[in-house]
């Protein structure tokens, strides 16, 4: 198959599918912080710093309720700008490495 024949996702699909891996990090984030681990022998407590004013935007009560296809509906503008999307993106699928390499 040629390179003219293939048929491309639209462009906004593979960003929405970053987005979506950022949103479940961040739900994640917000559902464990400050519970027990229920796997450690010491009873240790996550700690998962969210910073509530860079996430003010994201309205952090939605994210904690609403799967992400509800919440992407009212929220998908905050995304149009593609350069701040890619610095963001870049950064934050470290973090989701970083965190679910300590959590499993």
Do not use: C
Request: positive net charge.
């Amino acid at each position: 198959m040629t390179k003219t024949n293939q048929i491309r996702a639209p462009r906004d699909k593979p960003l929405k599918q970053n987005i979506r891996v950022w949103f479940n990090y961040l739900q994640t984030a917000i559902k464990w912080n400050g519970k027990i681990d229920p796997n450690s022998k010491t009873k240790e407590v996550f700690n998962f710093p969210i910073n509530k004013e860079y996430y003010r935007a994201w309205h952090l009560p939605q994210v904690r309720k609403l799967k992400f296809d509800q919440w992407w509906k009212t929220h998908k503008q905050l995304f149009d700008r593609k350069s701040w999307i890619k610095s963001r993106l870049s950064h934050y699928v470290v973090g989701v490495g970083k965190f679910l390499r300590e959590l499993f």
